[in-house]
């Protein structure tokens, strides 16, 4: 059974910072790349970031310059450095696992293991 256990999320004011890791466990066969979504209340599940084994990294237009995804290939874990917080980053955020290499990486569709959520609120 694979397992995302995600860890980092909390409450922080407007312009402050938070690391997100999330670490995978389990019988994990093909490792292409790791994810970042987040869901905030009424709204559909959006793509943030996401890193590839190789390094290549992908970021959503209302993240650039301000959160960055990292990860440790020898024990398949995550991160997400996030700052310069918005209210509008408020959300509970995903982490998530693609096996499949070529994987567009960009929806949600394209992963194949989640973890349970860490939820992010960023006050005004």
């Known amino acids: 059974q694979v397992q995302l256990v995600e860890s980092g999320g909390g409450l922080v004011q407007a312009g402050g910072s938070l690391r997100l890791a999330c670490a995978a466990s389990?019988?994990?066969?093909?490792?292409?790349?790791m994810g970042w979504f987040r869901q905030a209340p009424g709204k559909e599940r959006e793509f943030v970031a996401a890193i590839t084994s190789s390094g290549r990294t992908y970021y959503a237009d209302s993240v650039k310059g301000r959160f960055t995804i990292s990860r440790d290939n020898t024990r398949i874990t995550e991160y997400l450095q996030m700052n310069s917080l918005k209210p509008e980053d408020t959300a509970v955020y995903y982490c998530?696992?693609?096996?499949?290499?070529?994987?567009?990486?960009?929806?949600?569709?394209?992963?194949?293991?989640w973890g349970q959520g860490t939820q992010v609120t960023v006050s005004s």
């Open positions: 389990g019988p994990i066969v093909s490792d292409y790349a």
């Open positions: 998530a696992h693609a096996t499949t290499p070529g994987s567009y990486l960009l929806g949600p569709m394209d992963y194949n293991y």
